[in-house]
């Protein structure tokens, strides 16, 4: 019960990454200091996924300020369109006024 306790606090790229380093490859070492495939296709892993991890964040950034300027210029051209209509209908009144 300890075990799952602990694996549910984990983040699941760490998850991955060990079961890709445990089951997917084979076993090294670790404890003779011999470099492996496996510690290199890890590291590569890791770095990857901090690429991607920064890369989402700001992607992110940017789309929530794009959809801030997006929602400034749809409020700005409804207010000019609001003033369009208000405009046509005074020039209309005017026109009925000059006919008269």
């Known amino acids: 019960m300890e075990a799952r306790q602990v694996l549910t606090m984990v983040p699941f790229s760490t998850i991955a990454l060990h079961f890709i380093s445990t089951v997917m490859q084979p076993h090294c070492c670790l404890e003779h ?3 492996t495939v496996q510690e290199d296709s890890l590291r590569q892993s890791e770095s990857k996924t901090k690429e991607l991890e920064e890369e989402k964040n700001r992607l992110q950034k940017m789309t929530t300020a794009q959809h801030t300027q997006l929602d400034k210029y749809k409020k700005m051209s ?21 006919v008269l």
């Open 33 to 35: 200091g011999v470099s």
């Open 78 to 98: 409804d207010d000019r369109q609001s003033l369009a209509e208000s405009l046509e209908t005074q020039v209309s009144a005017l026109k009925k006024v000059r």
